[in-house]
C-alpha cells in the first residue's frame, strides 16, 4: 500500500504559477500511475491530469490543457502538477492519486489511494 503527501498548495493571483508536489511512501512510485484531481464546493471531483507509470503519456482535460502539467521522479518516489496561467476558477482541494492500473484512469473509481489534498486559492 503506498501513501501519499501532497503540498505546494496556497494562495495565488490570477495569472500566476504553483507547482504542486506529491510524495509517495510505502511502495515504489514507478508501480502505480498518477492522477491529479481537484475538488472545489459544491462540485464532484474532477480529473485535471493523469500520468503513466513511465512518464511518457499523460492526459489532461480541455479545461486545463496548455496550462497543466504532470510529471514525476520515480527516483525520489514523486509527482508533480506545474499550473501555469491561473483562473479563479481553478480554486480547488487538489488531490494526488495512485493505481495500479496501466491505462489512464480519468475517474475517481479508477483509482486505489488518495492523498489528504491540499488547497489552492486563485484570487482575481
Known amino acids: 500500500q503506498v501513501q501519499l503527501v501532497e503540498s505546494g498548495g496556497g494562495l495565488v493571483q490570477a495569472g500566476g504559477s504553483l507547482r504542486l508536489s506529491c510524495a509517495a511512501s510505502?511502495?515504489?512510485?514507478?508501480?502505480?500511475?498518477m492522477g491529479w484531481f481537484r475538488q472545489a464546493p459544491g462540485k464532484e471531483r474532477e480529473c485535471v491530469a493523469a500520468i503513466t507509470r513511465s512518464g511518457r503519456s499523460s492526459y489532461y482535460p480541455d479545461s486545463v490543457k496548455g496550462r497543466f502539467t504532470a510529471s514525476r521522479d520515480n527516483a525520489k518516489n514523486t509527482v508533480f502538477l506545474q499550473m501555469n496561467s491561473l483562473k479563479p476558477e481553478d480554486t480547488a482541494v487538489y488531490y494526488c492519486?495512485?493505481?495500479?492500473?496501466?491505462?489512464?484512469?480519468?475517474?475517481?473509481?479508477?483509482?486505489?489511494?488518495w492523498g489528504q489534498g491540499t488547497q489552492i486559492t486563485v484570487s482575481s
Open positions: 510505502g511502495r515504489t512510485l514507478s508501480t502505480y500511475t
Open positions: 492519486a495512485a493505481t495500479t492500473r496501466g491505462v489512464l484512469p480519468v475517474g475517481v473509481s479508477g483509482y486505489d489511494y
